[in-house]
Protein backbone atom coordinates (compact mmCIF):
# COMPACT_ATOMS: atom_id res chain seq x y z
CA UNK A 1 0.00 0.00 0.00
CA UNK A 2 0.95 3.39 -0.60
CA UNK A 3 2.48 5.24 2.23
CA UNK A 4 0.84 8.56 2.33
CA UNK A 5 -2.63 6.46 2.13
CA UNK A 6 -1.32 4.18 5.03
CA UNK A 7 -0.51 6.98 7.22
CA UNK A 8 -4.09 8.83 6.08
CA UNK A 9 -5.73 6.15 7.16
CA UNK A 10 -3.58 5.86 10.54
CA UNK A 11 -4.80 9.46 11.36
CA UNK A 12 -8.11 9.53 10.53
CA UNK A 13 -9.86 8.04 14.14
CA UNK A 14 -7.48 10.54 15.69
CA UNK A 15 -8.17 13.98 13.54
CA UNK A 16 -11.99 12.63 13.05
CA UNK A 17 -13.22 10.75 15.86
CA UNK A 18 -10.41 11.70 18.70
CA UNK A 19 -8.31 7.98 19.41
CA UNK A 20 -5.52 7.20 20.77
CA UNK A 21 -2.87 6.98 18.11
CA UNK A 22 -0.90 4.12 19.14
CA UNK A 23 -3.16 1.38 18.90
CA UNK A 24 -3.68 2.19 15.64
CA UNK A 25 0.24 3.18 14.83
CA UNK A 26 0.96 -0.52 15.75
CA UNK A 27 -1.75 -2.32 13.73
CA UNK A 28 -0.29 -0.17 10.65
CA UNK A 29 3.51 -0.66 11.48
CA UNK A 30 2.91 -4.66 10.96
CA UNK A 31 1.88 -4.46 7.41
CA UNK A 32 5.03 -3.10 6.73
CA UNK A 33 8.77 -3.89 5.85
CA UNK A 34 11.27 -2.81 8.14
CA UNK A 35 13.04 -0.71 5.63
CA UNK A 36 8.82 1.52 5.63
CA UNK A 37 8.67 1.82 8.88
CA UNK A 38 11.03 4.69 9.33
CA UNK A 39 9.03 6.85 6.93
CA UNK A 40 5.83 5.44 7.99
CA UNK A 41 6.49 7.10 11.85
CA UNK A 42 7.84 9.97 10.51
CA UNK A 43 5.02 10.96 8.29
CA UNK A 44 2.34 10.01 10.81
CA UNK A 45 4.41 11.58 14.44
CA UNK A 46 5.46 14.25 12.19
CA UNK A 47 2.34 15.14 11.10
CA UNK A 48 0.90 15.48 14.59
CA UNK A 49 3.78 17.16 15.86
CA UNK A 50 2.87 19.94 13.31
CA UNK A 51 -1.24 19.81 13.47
CA UNK A 52 -1.73 22.88 14.08
CA UNK A 53 0.86 24.35 11.79
CA UNK A 54 -0.67 22.31 8.69
CA UNK A 55 -4.44 22.83 9.66
CA UNK A 56 -3.80 26.98 9.51
CA UNK A 57 -2.29 26.57 6.05
CA UNK A 58 -5.00 23.86 5.15
CA UNK A 59 -7.41 26.59 6.08
CA UNK A 60 -5.57 28.91 3.42
CA UNK A 61 -5.73 26.64 0.56
CA UNK A 62 -9.40 25.10 0.64
CA UNK A 63 -12.48 26.72 -0.57
CA UNK A 64 -14.36 25.21 2.55
CA UNK A 65 -13.67 22.65 5.21
CA UNK A 66 -13.79 19.34 4.03
CA UNK A 67 -16.97 16.79 5.34
CA UNK A 68 -16.47 15.06 8.08
CA UNK A 69 -16.51 11.75 5.82
CA UNK A 70 -13.87 12.92 3.76
CA UNK A 71 -11.24 12.94 6.96
CA UNK A 72 -8.72 10.77 5.65
CA UNK A 73 -9.11 13.43 2.24
CA UNK A 74 -7.41 15.85 4.91
CA UNK A 75 -5.23 14.32 6.80
CA UNK A 76 -3.65 13.21 3.27
CA UNK A 77 -3.24 16.86 2.27
CA UNK A 78 -1.91 17.62 5.30
CA UNK A 79 0.61 14.85 5.16
CA UNK A 80 1.25 16.38 1.84
CA UNK A 81 2.09 19.66 3.44
CA UNK A 82 3.95 18.02 6.02
CA UNK A 83 6.52 16.53 3.64
CA UNK A 84 6.57 20.38 1.38
CA UNK A 85 7.60 22.51 4.79
CA UNK A 86 9.25 18.94 6.94
CA UNK A 87 10.82 16.60 5.08
CA UNK A 88 13.72 16.80 1.97
CA UNK A 89 11.57 15.00 -0.07
CA UNK A 90 11.67 16.98 -3.45
CA UNK A 91 8.45 19.11 -3.81
CA UNK A 92 7.97 17.10 -7.17
CA UNK A 93 7.99 13.52 -5.61
CA UNK A 94 5.97 14.69 -2.44
CA UNK A 95 2.92 16.11 -4.23
CA UNK A 96 3.03 12.37 -7.02
CA UNK A 97 3.31 10.64 -4.13
CA UNK A 98 0.51 12.37 -1.86
CA UNK A 99 -1.61 12.72 -5.30
CA UNK A 100 -1.53 8.75 -5.61
CA UNK A 101 -2.58 7.76 -2.64
CA UNK A 102 -5.80 9.18 -3.15
CA UNK A 103 -6.77 5.98 -5.41
CA UNK A 104 -5.61 3.82 -2.81
CA UNK A 105 -8.29 5.63 -0.41
CA UNK A 106 -10.99 4.95 -3.06
CA UNK A 107 -11.08 8.70 -3.31
CA UNK A 108 -10.10 9.78 -7.17
CA UNK A 109 -12.09 12.79 -7.27
CA UNK A 110 -9.40 14.30 -4.35
CA UNK A 111 -6.53 14.12 -6.87
CA UNK A 112 -7.77 17.15 -8.48
CA UNK A 113 -8.43 18.79 -4.81
CA UNK A 114 -5.24 17.35 -3.70
CA UNK A 115 -2.56 18.52 -6.42
CA UNK A 116 -4.01 21.73 -6.58
CA UNK A 117 -3.99 22.51 -2.77
CA UNK A 118 -0.34 21.33 -2.39
CA UNK A 119 0.92 23.20 -6.02
CA UNK A 120 -0.97 26.54 -4.71
CA UNK A 121 1.14 25.71 -1.28
CA UNK A 122 4.73 25.84 -3.33
CA UNK A 123 3.49 29.14 -5.55
CA UNK A 124 1.80 30.39 -2.42
CA UNK A 125 4.21 29.64 0.52
CA UNK A 126 6.00 32.78 1.73
CA UNK A 127 2.26 35.06 1.47
CA UNK A 128 0.12 32.53 3.42
CA UNK A 129 3.24 32.33 5.99
CA UNK A 130 2.95 36.21 6.21
CA UNK A 131 -1.22 35.92 6.39
CA UNK A 132 -0.24 33.42 9.05
CA UNK A 133 2.74 34.81 11.21
CA UNK A 134 0.36 36.47 13.78
CA UNK A 135 -1.41 33.24 14.96
CA UNK A 136 0.43 31.48 17.83
CA UNK A 137 -1.45 27.94 16.62
CA UNK A 138 0.43 28.11 13.40
CA UNK A 139 3.63 30.02 15.16
CA UNK A 140 3.80 26.95 18.07
CA UNK A 141 1.77 24.54 16.62
CA UNK A 142 -0.22 23.90 19.76
CA UNK A 143 -4.50 24.53 20.46
CA UNK A 144 -4.84 27.88 21.46
CA UNK A 145 -6.10 27.26 24.63
CA UNK A 146 -3.06 25.04 25.87
CA UNK A 147 -0.61 28.17 24.28
CA UNK A 148 -2.57 30.29 26.76
CA UNK A 149 -2.08 27.99 29.56
CA UNK A 150 0.96 27.71 29.40
CA UNK A 151 1.94 31.33 29.15
CA UNK A 152 0.09 32.41 31.95
CA UNK A 153 1.92 29.12 34.01
CA UNK A 154 5.05 29.94 32.87
CA UNK A 155 5.56 33.34 31.20
CA UNK A 156 9.47 32.79 31.22
CA UNK A 157 9.66 29.10 30.34
CA UNK A 158 6.75 28.50 27.45
CA UNK A 159 8.46 29.55 24.21
CA UNK A 160 10.72 26.77 25.56
CA UNK A 161 8.37 24.41 26.47
CA UNK A 162 6.14 24.90 23.47
CA UNK A 163 9.61 23.97 20.94
CA UNK A 164 10.41 21.23 23.14
CA UNK A 165 7.01 19.43 22.13
CA UNK A 166 7.73 19.80 18.95
CA UNK A 167 10.51 18.40 18.83
CA UNK A 168 11.50 14.32 18.19
CA UNK A 169 12.21 12.82 21.88
CA UNK A 170 15.95 11.06 22.68
CA UNK A 171 15.77 7.28 23.58
CA UNK A 172 16.89 6.61 27.46
CA UNK A 173 17.68 3.82 28.42
CA UNK A 174 17.72 2.03 32.47
CA UNK A 175 20.28 -0.59 33.35
CA UNK A 176 18.71 -3.09 35.25
CA UNK A 177 21.98 -3.36 38.48
CA UNK A 178 20.60 -6.85 39.68
CA UNK A 179 22.09 -8.12 36.37
CA UNK A 180 24.58 -5.64 34.61
CA UNK A 181 26.59 -2.20 35.33
CA UNK A 182 25.94 1.30 33.76
CA UNK A 183 29.87 0.99 32.35
CA UNK A 184 28.96 -2.63 31.21
CA UNK A 185 25.67 -1.73 29.50
CA UNK A 186 27.61 1.03 27.82
CA UNK A 187 30.50 -1.39 26.35
CA UNK A 188 27.93 -4.28 25.58
CA UNK A 189 25.68 -2.07 23.90
CA UNK A 190 28.42 -0.75 20.79
CA UNK A 191 26.08 2.04 19.56
CA UNK A 192 26.67 5.61 20.51
CA UNK A 193 25.62 6.71 24.35
CA UNK A 194 26.27 9.06 26.93
CA UNK A 195 25.16 8.58 30.69
CA UNK A 196 22.19 10.16 31.71
CA UNK A 197 23.13 14.41 33.47
CA UNK A 198 20.16 13.48 36.51
CA UNK A 199 20.25 9.99 36.38
CA UNK A 200 23.17 7.43 37.61
CA UNK A 201 20.90 4.74 36.53
CA UNK A 202 20.64 5.46 32.32
CA UNK A 203 22.26 5.99 29.30
CA UNK A 204 20.92 8.54 26.47
CA UNK A 205 21.14 7.06 22.66
CA UNK A 206 22.75 9.13 20.40
CA UNK A 207 22.25 7.17 17.36
CA UNK A 208 18.50 5.47 16.26
CA UNK A 209 18.82 1.44 16.84
CA UNK A 210 16.38 -1.14 17.04
CA UNK A 211 15.80 -1.76 20.66
CA UNK A 212 14.55 -5.46 20.75
CA UNK A 213 17.93 -6.32 19.04
CA UNK A 214 20.71 -4.49 21.28
CA UNK A 215 22.59 -7.01 22.84
CA UNK A 216 21.59 -7.33 26.81
CA UNK A 217 17.85 -6.44 26.02
CA UNK A 218 16.53 -10.12 25.21
CA UNK A 219 18.94 -11.11 28.45
CA UNK A 220 16.93 -8.27 30.77
CA UNK A 221 20.46 -5.97 31.32
CA UNK A 222 18.60 -2.59 30.50
CA UNK A 223 14.83 -0.89 29.96
CA UNK A 224 13.77 2.03 27.77
CA UNK A 225 12.55 5.27 29.97
CA UNK A 226 12.93 8.48 30.27
CA UNK A 227 15.55 9.85 32.49
CA UNK A 228 13.13 12.08 33.97
CA UNK A 229 10.78 9.24 34.96
CA UNK A 230 14.18 7.37 36.43
CA UNK A 231 14.08 9.68 39.10
CA UNK A 232 10.75 8.24 40.67
CA UNK A 233 12.79 5.66 42.24
CA UNK A 234 15.58 7.39 43.69
CA UNK A 235 13.15 10.14 45.48
CA UNK A 236 11.17 7.13 47.52
CA UNK A 237 14.36 6.22 49.26
CA UNK A 238 13.44 2.57 49.32
CA UNK A 239 14.94 0.60 52.37
CA UNK A 240 15.05 -3.48 52.92
CA UNK A 241 11.65 -4.85 54.39
CA UNK A 242 9.39 -2.15 53.23
CA UNK A 243 6.14 -2.62 51.82
CA UNK A 244 5.54 -0.53 48.66
CA UNK A 245 2.45 0.49 46.12
CA UNK A 246 2.82 1.59 42.85
CA UNK A 247 -0.31 2.87 42.26
CA UNK A 248 -1.24 3.25 38.44
CA UNK A 249 1.77 1.24 37.46
CA UNK A 250 1.14 0.61 34.20
CA UNK A 251 3.26 0.01 31.76
CA UNK A 252 5.34 -1.27 34.69
CA UNK A 253 8.87 0.77 34.28
CA UNK A 254 8.74 2.56 37.25
CA UNK A 255 7.83 -0.82 39.11
CA UNK A 256 10.41 -2.43 37.58
CA UNK A 257 12.88 0.24 38.80
CA UNK A 258 11.73 -0.34 42.31
CA UNK A 259 12.53 -3.85 42.24
CA UNK A 260 15.59 -3.38 40.67
CA UNK A 261 16.57 -0.51 42.83
CA UNK A 262 15.52 -2.49 46.65
CA UNK A 263 15.75 -6.20 45.55
CA UNK A 264 14.80 -6.89 49.49
CA UNK A 265 11.40 -5.61 50.32
CA UNK A 266 9.07 -7.13 51.47
CA UNK A 267 6.36 -6.70 48.55
CA UNK A 268 5.69 -4.81 45.78
CA UNK A 269 1.98 -3.86 44.99
CA UNK A 270 1.44 -2.95 42.02
CA UNK A 271 -2.32 -1.37 41.13
CA UNK A 272 -3.81 -0.94 37.76
CA UNK A 273 -7.12 -0.15 36.45
CA UNK A 274 -6.66 -1.41 33.21
CA UNK A 275 -6.69 -4.98 32.32
CA UNK A 276 -5.00 -4.71 29.07
CA UNK A 277 -2.18 -2.79 30.25
CA UNK A 278 -1.50 -5.29 32.91
CA UNK A 279 0.18 -8.30 30.60
CA UNK A 280 2.89 -5.52 29.88
CA UNK A 281 4.12 -5.17 33.47
CA UNK A 282 4.29 -8.93 33.89
CA UNK A 283 6.13 -8.79 30.55
CA UNK A 284 8.24 -6.16 31.99
CA UNK A 285 9.41 -7.68 34.95
CA UNK A 286 9.93 -11.21 33.77
CA UNK A 287 11.94 -10.27 30.40
CA UNK A 288 13.98 -8.25 33.56
CA UNK A 289 14.19 -11.53 35.88
CA UNK A 290 13.30 -9.43 39.05
CA UNK A 291 12.30 -11.69 41.59
CA UNK A 292 11.24 -9.73 44.79
CA UNK A 293 8.38 -10.36 46.31
CA UNK A 294 5.72 -8.42 43.81
CA UNK A 295 2.04 -8.78 42.95
CA UNK A 296 -0.27 -7.25 40.45
CA UNK A 297 -3.76 -6.65 41.02
CA UNK A 298 -6.21 -5.08 38.51
CA UNK A 299 -8.55 -1.95 40.58
CA UNK A 300 -9.05 1.59 40.75
CA UNK A 301 -6.19 3.05 42.86
CA UNK A 302 -8.89 4.99 45.02
CA UNK A 303 -11.35 1.98 45.25
CA UNK A 304 -9.65 0.73 48.56
CA UNK A 305 -12.01 -1.92 49.15
CA UNK A 306 -11.39 -3.82 46.27
CA UNK A 307 -7.44 -4.21 46.75
CA UNK A 308 -6.41 -3.15 50.22
CA UNK A 309 -6.23 -6.00 53.07
CA UNK A 310 -5.71 -2.99 55.39
CA UNK A 311 -1.97 -3.55 55.99
CA UNK A 312 0.21 -0.12 55.68
CA UNK A 313 2.59 0.78 53.07
CA UNK A 314 6.05 2.08 54.16
CA UNK A 315 6.37 3.84 50.73
CA UNK A 316 3.91 4.98 47.85
CA UNK A 317 4.42 5.83 44.54
CA UNK A 318 1.58 7.81 43.30
CA UNK A 319 1.82 8.14 39.43
CA UNK A 320 -1.44 10.08 39.16
CA UNK A 321 -3.36 9.95 35.44
CA UNK A 322 -3.23 13.51 34.41
CA UNK A 323 -2.87 15.66 30.75
CA UNK A 324 0.31 14.13 30.26
CA UNK A 325 1.53 17.69 28.68
CA UNK A 326 5.07 16.95 29.58
CA UNK A 327 5.34 14.18 27.43
CA UNK A 328 3.58 15.50 23.90
CA UNK A 329 6.54 15.23 22.12
CA UNK A 330 6.65 11.50 22.38
CA UNK A 331 2.39 11.40 22.03
CA UNK A 332 2.23 14.27 19.82
CA UNK A 333 -2.20 13.21 19.28
CA UNK A 334 -2.11 15.05 23.18
CA UNK A 335 -2.22 18.00 21.29
CA UNK A 336 -5.64 17.05 19.27
CA UNK A 337 -7.52 14.38 22.39
CA UNK A 338 -6.82 16.59 25.31
CA UNK A 339 -9.59 19.77 25.76
CA UNK A 340 -9.85 22.58 27.97
CA UNK A 341 -12.46 21.32 30.33
CA UNK A 342 -10.33 18.18 31.39
CA UNK A 343 -8.03 20.02 33.30
CA UNK A 344 -10.70 20.52 36.26
CA UNK A 345 -11.83 16.29 35.84
CA UNK A 346 -8.49 15.45 36.10
CA UNK A 347 -7.08 17.54 39.18
CA UNK A 348 -10.41 16.47 41.12
CA UNK A 349 -9.29 12.33 40.05
CA UNK A 350 -6.28 13.43 40.81
CA UNK A 351 -7.32 14.90 44.60
CA UNK A 352 -9.23 12.18 45.35
CA UNK A 353 -6.90 9.13 44.37
CA UNK A 354 -4.23 11.53 46.86
CA UNK A 355 -6.73 11.57 49.94
CA UNK A 356 -8.11 7.74 49.46
CA UNK A 357 -4.22 6.57 49.15
CA UNK A 358 -3.02 8.78 52.14
CA UNK A 359 -5.09 5.89 54.46
CA UNK A 360 -2.92 3.55 53.59
CA UNK A 361 0.55 4.97 54.06
CA UNK A 362 1.65 3.71 57.61
CA UNK A 363 2.87 6.90 60.18
CA UNK A 364 6.18 8.10 58.92
CA UNK A 365 5.91 6.70 55.72
CA UNK A 366 6.87 8.09 52.63
CA UNK A 367 4.66 9.08 49.47
CA UNK A 368 5.74 10.47 45.96
CA UNK A 369 3.56 12.11 44.21
CA UNK A 370 3.92 12.28 40.52
CA UNK A 371 2.67 13.51 36.65
CA UNK A 372 3.74 13.36 33.32
CA UNK A 373 2.29 17.30 33.51
CA UNK A 374 3.69 20.66 33.51
CA UNK A 375 0.44 22.20 34.36
CA UNK A 376 0.22 23.57 37.94
CA UNK A 377 -3.87 22.29 38.42
CA UNK A 378 -2.14 19.07 38.39
CA UNK A 379 0.43 19.64 39.91
CA UNK A 380 1.49 22.09 43.07
CA UNK A 381 -1.89 22.81 43.08
CA UNK A 382 -3.29 19.75 44.09
CA UNK A 383 -0.22 19.35 46.79
CA UNK A 384 -1.05 22.77 48.89
CA UNK A 385 -4.77 21.78 48.65
CA UNK A 386 -3.60 18.32 50.35
CA UNK A 387 -1.75 20.26 52.82
CA UNK A 388 -4.11 22.24 53.80
CA UNK A 389 -6.83 19.36 54.46
CA UNK A 390 -4.16 16.88 56.24
CA UNK A 391 -2.41 18.05 59.25
CA UNK A 392 -0.42 14.76 59.37
CA UNK A 393 1.17 15.40 56.12
CA UNK A 394 4.62 17.23 55.88
CA UNK A 395 5.85 18.24 52.80
CA UNK A 396 10.06 17.43 52.39
CA UNK A 397 11.65 19.27 49.68
CA UNK A 398 13.80 17.97 47.36
CA UNK A 399 17.34 19.08 47.02
CA UNK A 400 17.95 18.39 43.15
CA UNK A 401 19.98 20.05 40.73
CA UNK A 402 17.42 19.12 38.51
CA UNK A 403 14.02 20.70 37.54
CA UNK A 404 12.48 23.89 39.22
CA UNK A 405 11.81 24.47 42.86
CA UNK A 406 8.46 24.78 43.48
CA UNK A 407 6.69 26.71 46.72
CA UNK A 408 5.14 22.70 46.69
CA UNK A 409 6.77 20.22 45.00
CA UNK A 410 9.43 20.05 41.48
CA UNK A 411 9.08 20.68 38.35
CA UNK A 412 10.92 19.36 35.51
CA UNK A 413 9.82 21.17 31.70
CA UNK A 414 10.46 18.92 28.67
CA UNK A 415 14.04 19.53 27.46
CA UNK A 416 15.33 19.40 23.45
CA UNK A 417 17.71 16.64 23.57
CA UNK A 418 17.24 15.72 27.42
CA UNK A 419 14.10 14.61 29.78
CA UNK A 420 10.39 14.92 29.30
CA UNK A 421 8.53 17.07 31.56
CA UNK A 422 7.49 16.14 35.27
CA UNK A 423 6.11 16.72 38.41
CA UNK A 424 7.47 15.27 42.00
CA UNK A 425 6.54 16.61 45.09
CA UNK A 426 7.38 14.04 48.55
CA UNK A 427 4.83 13.68 51.41
CA UNK A 428 5.74 12.03 54.52
CA UNK A 429 3.13 11.08 57.30
CA UNK A 430 3.40 12.11 60.76
CA UNK A 431 3.94 9.61 63.53
CA UNK A 432 7.20 6.88 64.01
Not at 173 to 187: E, F, H, I, W, Y
Not at 218 to 230: L, R, T, W, Y
Not at 307 to 328: E, H, K, M, Y
Not at 386 to 405: C, M, N, P, V
Amino acid sequence: MNLRALAAQTLTPVIREGKSLTPLFDVALAKLDNKERGLFQQLCFGCLRQFHQLQAISQKLLDKPLRNKDSDVFALLLLGLYQLIHLRTPDHAAISETVSATRQLKKPWASRLINGALRNFVRQRAEIEQQLADSAEYRFSHPQWLVDSLQEAWPEHYDAILEANNQQAPVCLRVNKTLCDLTQLQSDLQVQCQPLKYSADGLRLLESAEIPTLAGFAQGHFSVQDEAAQLAAQLLDLQPGQRVLDACAAPGGKSCHILEKEPNIAELLCIELEKARIPRIVENIERLGLKAPHRIVQAAAEDLHSWWDNTPFQRILLDAPCSATGVIRRHPDIKLLRQPGDLAKLSVLQGHILKTLWHTLAPGGLLVYATCSVLPAENELIIEAFLHQHSDARHLLITADWGETRPFGRQLFPQVGGHDGFYYACLQKAGA
